[in-house]
């Protein structure tokens, strides 16, 4: 019902940035939540940030190990989410998952939906 289409991975050195985009389509007058997991290898998926995409639902939220490194933010008409990373260290490397959801809420926790990855790996 709704498809979730990453880019922006890649390699980069420590301290280093990248920015991730993800585009949302189909049915995504349902989505009021956009965010961001990752999973690093051999570790489970993670939160890592999120933005509401409504008018009443636009604030922000961060894991701890991003917060003041990571910025997330949207475009306009809410349906093009992106993450910008600096400073970034070799254990940010991981799979970036761009994830949507109804809620602020639910999205930090069980997203309804998720995009295929994108491959951040940061070198030492």
């Known amino acids: 019902q709704v498809q979730l289409v990453e880019s922006g991975g890649g390699l980069v050195q420590a301290g280093g940035s990248l920015r991730l985009s993800c585009a949302s389509s189909?049915?995504?007058?349902?989505?009021?939540?956009m965010g961001w997991f990752r999973q690093a290898p051999g570790k489970g998926r993670e939160f890592v940030a999120a933005?509401?995409?409504?008018?009443?639902?636009?604030?922000?939220s961060y894991a701890d190990s991003v917060k003041g490194r990571f910025t997330i933010s949207r475009d306009n008409g809410k349906n093009t989410m992106y993450l910008q990373m600096n400073s970034l260290k070799p254990e940010d490397t991981a799979v970036y998952y761009c994830?949507?959801?109804?809620?602020?809420?639910?999205?930090?926790?069980?997203?309804?939906?998720w995009g295929q990855g994108t491959q951040v790996t940061v070198s030492s």
């Open positions: 933005v509401g995409t409504s008018w009443s639902d636009y604030g922000t």
């Open positions: 994830v949507a959801d109804k809620t602020m809420v639910e999205i930090r926790i069980a997203p309804d939906y």
């Open positions: 189909g049915r995504t007058s349902s989505i009021y939540a």
